[in-house]
């Protein structure tokens, strides 16, 4: 349990945003024993995989661009992120390593065994760690790395300092070897004469070979020699440059990789009909791979209403080229236009065939989401216009198959969505100024509700991506309009096809919120069905558990009946599983401590709700409950005696009792940790057991003759 929560506590989902809670040079104040340190970092890896994934998919970035792990540096803006976590993993890794090298090895030999980006990182790391890898092993390694890999800037750093570190303790023919392939340097890119190719390859070799050398390290090849040749493909190169070739190329400098040039001085004087035939010709001269060329970005801002008259000049030849659409609607320059412009584009837009604009979905409602709010109060018209050409053009979009998404995986409805457009479109819906105007008697506008309705009768999961958004808002919803809202979104809660259900929960849950009594009342039947689902995401889970515990602990209005009554939380715990079970018994310990109300209830919760069968006193549930118990001095006062009949053994809670505590009911003290350890084997014995027995004791000295205390002690010894 203490593994799950410390590594459920470092970061949470906030608005399709991800943040974490602590930072790389102020790790979690967790003392970890030694003993727990393997499994405690086996469960972190797979806790990194996920987080990883969701990296990649929530923000968006290049999140292989990661800092160098063995040379971190101090940047504040991005020192509570993914880099911190991967740091904090490491450094585990490497006190394990000193240690135990077994149970080292044995978790690097899953890291080798995973075919993914970072897990490639981390290994290179673990090879400097003295004595873990051997010297065949360490240039195995380099020899399968990919070229790729092996010359990749956010690599470079760890290998390098890595490979410095090794050297000189490698054989003559793992040297060669290796040499051959530092000589050989990169591939070249797509876009990139033989020359400009020739320069770069010529720069980035002599760096790395230099900066070795200058570590110490030996070659059996002349340096100087080759130093000669090299140069005579790049002269500019100096000695000095390489003394950056290690420099750690992270997340910070991954923008900074290629500096846009915007200059579009040819452009200006160009016909109209040629501009965009003119910028592509422009932006493939490439005389310095360091800079990326934009010309037609430029023109965009310095004359914003040419530029898009070249877009409406070449889609009258049915030519809607992507790159440059979304280059004009991304524009800076669209944050100065005059709503008469925006208008014009929407009306633009709006004349185009439908099938012709597919590519263009996520711009043009990118676009929309900008400036939006600016067209709808001033061009309603062109606003709605645009709104019904951007869902009549989804509906030719090819059909996805339905079963891409797996019931088990809730979480990628709502993931999915993110970069749909259709969930853009449905979030600019939901960002219509006329929603905040909207007084408690007012209706839902005509239009609106039509675009609505429209989004939600796009075909398979297209309808799935809107209604995950729109089930975020149900509460709203069912408030402005009840019936409507039983008849759209509630409906897919009816529906024969699960992932109708599952689009929903994932919306709705995704919010975090515990609807009002009438609106709990109507979803409790299918949410009560939806907790006994296994393979449920942790987050979806906890918000469920949130909804579950608030319906039990809310009265009726007028009423003294629970939302929730006692039996249905009976057969939620009991079929709900042990990750559920978890969620409720760390919220109700969390909701103890700052609200006296449910600090009275947790009796009635142990001696009248909560299940004696054998399937629910699990180990993991049996340690949240003795977790629980030992939480605060209130908490124990009042269920000790409750909770000892619904456990049964556990292995590894988190020991810290308070002395209040023991003072008050050392029998009952030692009465839970007998039924919790009695049957555990030595090695499953918590860390601080014996102290605690030997306070037991100090308080109620007859104890010691207790034979739960001798046959703990005895397991000890």
């Not at 000790?640 to 209040?660: E, F, K, W």
């Not at 004791?697 to 104890?703: H, I, M, R």
Request: with cysteine; proline share 4%.
């Amino acid at each position: 349990m203490l593994i799950r929560y410390s590594i459920y506590l470092c970061f949470v989902i906030i608005s399709n945003n991800i943040h974490y809670f602590f930072q790389a040079s102020e790790s979690p104040n967790i003392e970890i024993p030694d003993e727990w340190l393997a499994p405690v970092i086996s469960e972190l890896r797979k806790h990194l995989e996920y987080t990883f994934q969701l990296e990649k998919e929530i923000e968006n970035v290049e999140i292989n661009c990661i800092e160098s792990i063995l040379h971190p540096e101090d940047f504040q803006d991005y020192r509570k992120n993914f880099y911190s976590f991967v740091l904090t993993f490491y450094r585990l890794f490497a006190k394990l390593a000193a240690l135990d090298s077994s149970a080292a090895n044995k978790e690097l030999s899953v890291w080798v065994s995973k075919d993914e980006y970072l897990f490639i990182r981390l290994g290179i790391c673990a090879a400097g760690i003295s004595g873990l890898v051997s010297d065949q092993a360490f240039f195995t390694q380099l020899v399968n790395l990919s070229d790729e890999l092996f010359w990749e800037y956010w690599h470079r750093s760890d290998l390098l300092h890595v490979l410095a570190q090794r050297w000189n303790t490698l054989t003559k023919v793992m040297k060669q070897t290796l040499e051959q392939r530092l000589l050989a340097g990169i591939q070249p890119s797509d876009d990139e004469t033989t020359e400009d190719f020739n320069e770069r390859n010529a720069f980035i070799i002599l760096s790395r070979l230099h900066w070795l050398n200058n570590q110490g390290c030996l070659f059996t090849f002349d340096l100087a020699e080759e130093t000669q040749r090299l140069q005579a493909y790049a002269p500019e190169w100096k000695p000095e440059r390489a003394n950056n070739a290690a420099e750690s190329w992270g997340i910070r400098t991954w923008t900074g990789r290629r500096a846009p040039d915007e200059s579009c001085a040819e452009l200006l004087t160009e016909d109209l009909a040629n501009i965009l035939s003119k910028a592509e010709e422009l932006a493939s001269r490439k005389s310095d791979f360091r800079v990326d060329k934009e010309p037609y970005s430029g023109f965009c801002k310095a004359r914003p209403r040419r530029s898009f008259s070249a877009l409406t000049i070449a889609a009258k030849q049915e030519n809607f080229p992507r790159w440059d659409w979304e280059t004009f609607l991304d524009s800076d320059a669209r944050q100065n236009d005059k709503p008469k412009f925006s208008a014009l584009i929407a009306e633009r837009i709006d004349r185009y065939p439908a099938e012709d604009l597919t590519e263009l979905l996520y711009p043009f409602a990118s676009w929309l989401k900008n400036s939006g709010e600016t067209l709808a109060i001033d061009y309603p018209a062109s606003y709605y216009k645009l709104v019904a050409k951007l869902i009549q053009t989804m509906e030719h979009i090819p059909s996805e198959n339905s079963e891409i998404i797996r019931i088990d995986r809730l979480r990628d409805w709502v993931f999915k969505a993110i970069n749909s457009p259709v969930a853009r479109l449905a979030n600019v819906l939901m960002a219509h100024p006329i929603l905040e105007q909207l007084g408690e008697k007012d209706e839902l506008s005509a239009q609106w509700l039509q675009s609505v309705e429209k989004l939600l009768a796009l075909p398979e999961n297209l309808k799935r991506y809107a209604l995950s958004v729109f089930a975020q808002n149900v509460e709203w919803f069912y408030s402005i309009n009840q019936q409507w809202t039983e008849a759209h979104l509630l409906a897919a809660l009816s529906s024969s096809n699960n992932n109708d259900k599952l689009a929903f929960w994932s919306g709705f849950l995704r919010c975090g919120k515990t609807p009002y009594q009438n609106l709990y009342l109507k979803l409790k039947p299918e949410m009560l069905h939806f907790a006994e689902l296994s393979d449920l995401d942790l987050d979806f889970k906890r918000n469920l558990t949130v909804m579950i515990l608030a319906g039990w602990g809310s009265k009726r209005e007028n009423s003294n009946e629970r939302w929730l009554t006692d039996d249905e939380l009976h057969d939620v715990i009991l079929h709900g599983g042990d990750e559920l079970r978890l969620q409720l018994i760390w919220h109700i310990q969390a909701w103890s401590k700052e609200d006296n109300a449910w600090l009275n209830q947790l009796p009635k919760l142990f001696s009248d709700v909560w299940p004696r069968r054998l399937p629910v006193k699990t180990p993991d549930t049996s340690q949240a409950l003795f977790e629980l118990v030992f939480s605060n001095a209130d908490i124990f006062q009042r269920i000790a005696d409750l909770v000892l009949p619904l456990m049964s053994r556990t292995t590894h809670p988190l020991l810290d009792i308070d002395d209040d505590i023991l003072q008050h009911d050392p029998a009952t003290a030692l009465a839970l940790l007998h039924k919790a350890f009695a049957e555990n084997a030595r090695a499953n014995l918590p860390y601080g057991l014996e102290d605690t027995l030997n306070r037991i004791a100090e308080v109620d000295p007859q104890l010691r003759k207790d034979s739960r205390w001798l046959t703990l002690k005895r397991k000890l010894s």
